[in-house]
Structures are given as structure tokens and as C-alpha cells.
């Protein structure tokens, strides 16, 4: 079974751009969470979305954004990258709403760089 | 807010002994906790959890303990290998079942000495 894929591996962007992140969850999987890993620290959660809406949103600026598809991927887009945004950005699913709590499995994640 | 934390920043152990890593959480109304393993350069690994009727659970070689009095969770790793050098991660969910999102602590390095 195909775990969680994210892409791409690697990001460079500028201060100012925009960035794209995307993540294809576990087959039978319906919800899909973001989080944050800036450099030695631990993870920060960013979005959480389920059967195509947006569930739950962790304390980040509007300029971070996503959706989720019919097929239940997700992007993640990064508007006016600002310095402090370089840091790893894993990509989590889970079964969904209906089963109540389950393990949420990860992907390798997307370094995102700003220059 | 409510956070997650770890006693212990680093944990060194010789290859064969036991290893425990502890997690202090500060919700005393959460209600589910996973450990994470991450090595470098990947994601998270889902490793064991333990839901908060229970006191405590075992996998292949590792052990879940859940002290809700104390609001303490360890993870109890048989034999360490060298295998198991990593990060390792506590995260509780809230208990309100629609929020979802993970809560984690700042993880503790495991490194296993030959």
C-alpha cells in the first residue's frame, strides 16, 4: 500500500513569490492535515481538511491557503513568502470525520526555501 | 494555549538496553496520544497509541505507558538497536473529537550507542 506522497521534494522561492505544495493521501483516506516543521522544532499544525472542506485551521496568516479535490488530494499554497517560512511542510492523512480518532501517517514532506 | 512537552531534549543508550521517553501534557481532558519516530530527513512514523482508557499498550518491542493522575506518557522501547536513533515525538488530540489536530511536544533524540 502507497503511503502519503507530497510534492515536489525541494522548493526554492524568493521573498514576495508564491509556492504550491501538493499531497496525495493514503488510498481510502479522507482527511488531510498540514503542518509546519521549522528547523529544530517541533511540528505546528496549519489545515485540516476532510471530504473537500476546510475542518480546522491552525494559528497562521490567511496567506497560507489550501483545498482538497475530489479525489482527496490537497494543495498547499504559500502566498508573499516571507524568510521565516522556510521549514519542512509535512502532509498527514487519516480515515475520516465519521471514525473518530485515528493515527494520522505522513509523508516525507516539501523543504520549502526562501532566499 | 494548551501544549505538549518532553522531559528530556537527548537520550543516549548502549544497543540492547532498555529505553523510556517521556512526555508531560498539560490537557488534562485529552483523550488520545500517538507516538511519532522521525529520522532525518523523513516524516513522522506512527509508532503506538493509546487512547486515555487505558493505562497502557504494548507493540513489537515498544510499550505505551498512560499516567492520567500525572498527566505523564512514556514510551518504553525493548532492546534499543541502532535502528531506533531518531526523534521521537508525543501528540495528543483534544477532546473535542472535530478539532483533529495534533498537539506535539518538541521531541526527544534518541541516539544508541554501539
Known amino acids: 500500500e502507497a503511503g502519503v506522497t507530497q510534492s515536489p521534494t525541494h522548493l526554492i522561492k524568493t521573498r514576495g513569490q508564491q509556492a504550491t505544495l501538493r499531497c496525495s493521501p493514503i488510498s481510502g483516506h479522507t482527511s488531510v492535515y498540514w503542518y509546519q516543521q521549522a528547523l529544530g522544532l517541533g511540528l505546528q499544525f496549519l489545515l485540516w481538511y476532510d471530504e473537500g472542506e476546510e475542518r480546522n485551521r491552525g494559528n497562521f496568516p490567511p496567506r497560507f491557503s489550501g483545498r482538497q479535490f475530489p479525489n482527496y488530494s490537497s494543495e498547499l499554497n504559500v502566498n508573499a513568502l516571507e524568510l521565516e517560512d522556510s521549514a519542512l511542510y509535512l502532509c498527514?492523512?487519516?480515515?475520516?470525520?465519521?471514525?473518530?480518532?485515528?493515527?494520522?501517517?505522513f509523508g516525507d514532506g516539501t523543504r520549502l526555501s526562501i532566499l | 494555549g494548551e501544549s505538549v512537552g518532553l522531559h528530556l531534549p537527548t537520550l543516549s543508550v548502549q544497543e540492547g538496553d532498555n529505553s523510556i521517553i517521556n512526555c508531560a501534557y498539560s490537557?488534562?481532558?485529552?483523550?488520545?496520544f500517538i507516538w511519532y519516530k522521525q529520522e532525518s530527513g523523513k516524516g513522522p512514523q506512527f509508532i503506538i497509541d493509546?487512547?486515555?482508557?487505558?493505562d497502557k499498550r504494548q507493540g513489537q518491542r515498544v510499550t505505551v505507558l498512560l499516567n492520567k493522575t500525572v498527566k505523564h506518557l512514556s514510551l518504553q522501547i525493548a532492546a534499543t538497536q541502532p535502528g531506533d536513533s531518531a526523534v521521537y515525538f508525543c501528540a495528543e488530540i483534544s477532546p473535542s473529537g472535530s478539532a483533529r489536530q495534533l498537539t506535539f511536544g518538541s521531541g526527544t533524540q534518541l541516539t544508541v550507542l554501539p
Open positions: 490537557n488534562s481532558a485529552s483523550d488520545y
Open positions: 493509546i487512547r486515555s482508557n487505558m
Open positions: 498527514a492523512s487519516s480515515l475520516g470525520l465519521a471514525s473518530g480518532d485515528e493515527p494520522q501517517h
